[in-house]
């Protein structure tokens, strides 16, 4: 299992959405989720169709976060042009996790 990491602290477990099917659909229709979705080759975001609040890390190329929203459902997002990835959580969770802005998020294999 993946893990989302924080300067070397495992925050939380990780989903990656790689193809194009995952990539489009994110958490719409999901009624939670425990830890994170990294959605590569992002710079924007919508909720609709989400059943719950999210928070989204917007990040660079380098994985650096440039921005951190929360977006409640049915919205669509500011596109964020330099970034190249997301990664979307329960409302809350970034701040509860210690995320911030200018930090660089990993990814780390489980075995």
Same mark, same amino acid.
């Given at each position: ?12 477990s990780l989903e990656i ?5 995952? =990539? @489009? ?12 979705? +990294? ?8 909720? !609709?169709?989400m059943r719950f609040d !999210? ?5 660079? *190329? ?12 049915? @919205? !669509? *997002?500011?596109?964020?042009? =330099?970034?190249?990835?997301?990664? #979307? %959580?329960? %409302? *809350? ?6 995320? %911030? !802005?200018? #930090?660089? +998020?990993?990814?780390? +294999? *489980?075995?």
């Open positions: 299992m993946p893990w989302l990491v924080c300067e070397d602290r495992v925050i939380a959405a790689r193809v194009g099917k995952h =990539r @489009r659909r994110g958490l719409r229709g999901r009624d939670d989720i425990t830890g994170a979705l +990294l959605i590569e080759r992002c710079g924007s975001v919508h909720t !609709i169709g !999210i928070d989204i890390a917007y990040l660079d *190329g380098g994985r650096r976060v440039l921005d951190i929203v929360t977006m409640p459902p049915g @919205r !669509i *997002g500011r596109p964020r042009p =330099r970034a190249r990835s997301v990664v #979307e %959580a329960r %409302a *809350g969770a970034f701040d509860r996790w210690g995320v %911030a !802005i200018g #930090e660089v +998020l990993d990814v780390r +294999l *489980g075995a």
